[in-house]
Structure formats: structure tokens, C-alpha cells
Nanobody, 123 residues
Framework: VQLQASGGGLVQTGGSLRLSCAAS????????LGWLRQAPGKEREFVAA????????DYADSVKGRFTISRDNAKNTLYLQMNNLTPEDTAVYYCAADPYLDALGRNVGVHYWGKGTLVTVSS
């Protein structure tokens, strides 16, 4: 199983980025896919997650209204549209997969991790 994240980069405050995560090696129809991030000197934290259907989403309070998570099940790809970015969003962003939303939300026992992609927001 492989999760490959991409799309990170340097952006100014107020800018936007779209992260992608290509999943391969198994079917993820029974998995939540999500994004977690880790800022320098801080613990990894939950950002957003989505179930098999687009109606099942969850967001951290800090990104609600600015970030949108989506998935293309046909392409086995996860996305994170990030708008109105601030320096506090600077972090390495990881895509992850787990059968349980709570595992992603609490970052406990997550089944699959991808390598991170760095997002840097300049002030």
C-alpha cells in the first residue's frame, strides 16, 4: 500500500494550495482518508478526513471554512483545497488512511501513512 502526497510549496498569506494524495495497493472503499500536519516543534495534528462518500467529512476547527477535503474514488486520489492560508498553516502535511475516523482524529494507530509534503506560508 502506498500513499503519495504532492502539491506542497511556498505561498504568501491569503494564498491557496491544493494538495493531492494518490493511493495505491488496495481498495479504500472501507477506509477514511485524511490529512494530518506537523508544524516545526509541534505534535502531528488532525486536519481533515473524508469517508467513502463526500457527505462524510470532518475538519479541525482551525481549518473549517478555509480547507475543503475531497476524494475521487475512481482515481483513488485524495485532495485538500487550502484557501486563505496563514503562517500558522505552515507544516508538513501527511495523507493517511484508516477504517475509523476516530483513529485519524486522534492520530492513534493509523493504518497507513504517506510521506509528507511541505507547505510554507510566508507572512
Amino acid at each position: 500500500v502506498q500513499l503519495q502526497a504532492s502539491g506542497g510549496g511556498l505561498v504568501q498569506t491569503g494564498g491557496s494550495l491544493r494538495l493531492s494524495c494518490a493511493a495505491s495497493g488496495r481498495t479504500f472503499s472501507d477506509y477514511y482518508l485524511g490529512w494530518l500536519r506537523q508544524a516545526p516543534g509541534k505534535e502531528r495534528e488532525f486536519v481533515a478526513a473524508i469517508g467513502w462518500t463526500a457527505g462524510s467529512t470532518d475538519y479541525a476547527d482551525s481549518v473549517k471554512g478555509r480547507f475543503t477535503i475531497s476524494r475521487d474514488n475512481a482515481k483513488n486520489t485524495l485532495y485538500l483545497q487550502m484557501n486563505n492560508l496563514t503562517p500558522e498553516d505552515t507544516a508538513v502535511y501527511y495523507c493517511a488512511a484508516d477504517p475509523y475516523l476516530d483513529a485519524l482524529g486522534r492520530n492513534v494507530g493509523v493504518h497507513y501513512w504517506g510521506k509528507g509534503t511541505l507547505v510554507t506560508v510566508s507572512s
